[in-house]
């Protein structure tokens, strides 16, 4: 994936009616806890070999096994077809804060560091801005 130059709010505009609103709230939460940090449209083909447009806030770099640093966001938010996705790249006692706190985030899929679910009635906002907060603390901390 990579950096674009395109607006995220383009992006968010040009969504179907319901997903489009419940993405421009979400991304309105997220740019609260993060304020200040860059706010950038990702595309490009994402693991598991699909194209994917994600909104990244906050830079971050990090290694992969294969020795390769790169760059990357610290919290990422996408759009998929049939549920919305919230990236945090952010970790606590060496566990991905998402599989960490993932059982207090409501009715949600998580994985290693995405946060998945169909409407932003199942998940547990408040608990979900918390994940948010300590990707932001990982950003001042750089």
Do not use: C
């Not at 939460?29 to 994917?52: C, D, N, P, T």
């Amino acid at each position: 994936m990579e950096r674009t130059r395109k607006s995220p709010d383009k992006y968010i505009a040009s969504l179907p009616d319901g997903q489009r609103e419940e993405m421009r709230a979400l991304d309105q939460k997220i740019s609260s806890v993060l304020k200040g940090a860059s706010r950038v449209l990702w595309e490009g083909v994402f693991w598991g070999g699909s194209e994917q447009s994600i909104i990244g806030y906050g830079d971050m770099r990090y290694q992969r096994s294969s020795k390769d640093s790169v760059d990357w966001f610290m919290v990422g938010l996408a759009a998929q077809k049939n549920y919305i996705s919230v990236y945090i790249n952010a970790t606590e006692d060496k566990q991905y804060v998402a599989k960490k706190y993932g059982d207090k985030l409501g009715k949600v899929k998580v994985g290693s560091s995405s946060i998945s679910f169909k409407r932003l009635a199942d998940v547990e906002l408040k608990e979900l801005m918390k994940l948010v907060e300590i990707a932001n603390r990982h950003l001042k901390a750089q």
